[in-house]
């Protein structure tokens, strides 16, 4: 082209419009778990080139629909070793509520042979016991579960156990959720009363002592928990029932090392916890019905926790592993427990995670995270951080080696 003169170079617009915003999505980060199947995080934003740059824009203008997952599955390698188990066995009672166990095993993936199980000490492992219902008794039906019974108490029991509570009453309650529901009208006023005892469903009570009016609720499920430090346990006395046990309304307390549920008989009975929370759930058919209990707290009878561990309450807490010197490694798994209102769920973000051997005094390489609720157990490793959410109003998190 050189005998042809060359036309000067210039540079034109061929459209105004903007481009519409779209879906960016950044590299995923580390997965969640050094070996087998895992979730790696990724950042979704919605975007928009505006003058050549990129520019962060609202969510809501990004189509909804088209909007990628923060969550991707992640495999790293294949396990050497891994939990198994059996089926589960048959339910413990041939009527009522009962229990069923399975074994469980270490699996080599080379092998598929069983193996010393200290070989699967650092994977999560699943529960092996589980409750079963193998429906109602013919002559007890709406009664008591089998090993559940409640325990009669007397007017004297009861008074004496109040005493207790108070004598024993610590000052320094956890980090609470809010005040809890005063159920117990202190005026006499019966409007004040019948609000209170309304919207007694779904609230964390704190207090050593009080009472709770789960009478009158609108609601059929009405759950409410009782948290006390660690130190402590909790008793619930059943001052007044009204259950129709014949149309299937029942009362269940659950907790960490408990679980009971009863209908007939209720008045005078004496729940134990065993352990600083206490989980109580009514399901009524009728309206109208329901129950009146008093709960006190005092000093545990036995230790169930380890002094490393910790408890929270609601609405949010900062959790940092606890230190550990040299010569206390493998002797302890330290603890979180974490406990909000029943009508509350659990967000725990790692701002800092650096769980490699060159931490100070740390010595722990992951950490576990436990849904009461379901259960279901996540571990995270190395220095990730991570954003994990539960389905119920109760977590633990371990720190292990």
């Known amino acids: 082209c050189q005998p042809v003169p060359k036309p000067e170079s210039r540079v034109e617009v061929c ?8 879906w ?9 778990s050094s070996c087998g199947l895992g979730l790696a995080v990724q950042l979704v934003t919605c975007v928009q080139i505006l003058h050549g740059q ?28 891994e939990w198994s188990f059996s089926e589960w066995s048959q339910c413990s009672t041939s009527c009522g509520n009962g229990i069923q166990t399975r074994q469980d095993f270490c699996l080599s993936s080379l092998t598929h042979k069983p193996v010393n199980p200290l070989f699967c000490r650092r994977f999560p492992k699943a529960v ?9 008794c013919p002559e007890q039906e709406g009664t008591l579960s089998p090993g559940a019974e409640l325990q009669p108490v007397t007017a004297a029991t009861h008074l004496s156990t109040a005493a207790a509570a108070t004598e024993h009453r610590h000052k320094d309650v956890p980090l609470s959720a809010g005040p ?16 209170s005892f309304l919207c007694v469903c779904g609230n964390l009570f704190l207090n050593a002592t009080g009472i709770i009016n789960m009478t009158g609720v609108e609601s059929r499920d009405c759950t409410v928990a009782i948290g006390r430090p660690l130190r402590e346990e909790i008793s619930v006395t059943i001052l007044e029932s009204s259950l129709n046990c014949s149309a299937g309304e029942v009362l269940l307390f659950s907790g960490r090392m408990m679980w009971r549920t009863g209908c007939r008989k209720l008045p005078l009975s004496l729940i134990n916890s065993r352990t600083n929370t206490l989980i109580v759930k009514q399901r009524v058919v009728l309206p109208g019905n329901g129950v009146i209990l008093q709960y006190n707290s005092r000093t545990a009878a036995k230790k169930y926790y380890q002094d490393c561990d910790q408890q929270l309450f609601g609405p949010q807490g900062e959790i940092v592993n606890p230190v550990q010197l040299p010569e206390e490694r493998q002797e302890l798994v330290c603890r979180t427990f974490i406990t909000v209102a029943p009508r509350q769920r659990i967000a725990i973000r790692a701002l800092h995670s650096d769980l490699g051997p060159q931490g100070n005094h740390t010595h722990f390489n992951y950490i576990l995270v436990r849904d009461v609720s379901t259960m279901k157990t996540v571990v995270f490793h190395g220095k990730q951080q991570f954003l994990w959410q539960s389905t119920g109003s109760q977590a633990e998190i371990e720190f292990h080696e």
């Open 54 to 81: 990129e520019v962060l824009q609202e969510e809501h203008l990004c189509p909804v629909a088209e909007k990628p997952l923060t969550s991707v599955p992640c495999v790293i390698r294949t396990c050497s070793y």
């Open 15 to 22: 459209d105004l419009n903007p481009c519409p915003p779209r």
């Open 24 to 32: 960016k999505v950044t590299p995923a980060g580390p997965c969640s």
């Open 180 to 195: 809890p529901e005063q159920t117990k009208p202190s005026g006499g006023e019966e409007d004040t009363a019948k609000r």
């Open 128 to 136: 092996v016991v589980r409750g079963c219902s193998a429906g109602p």
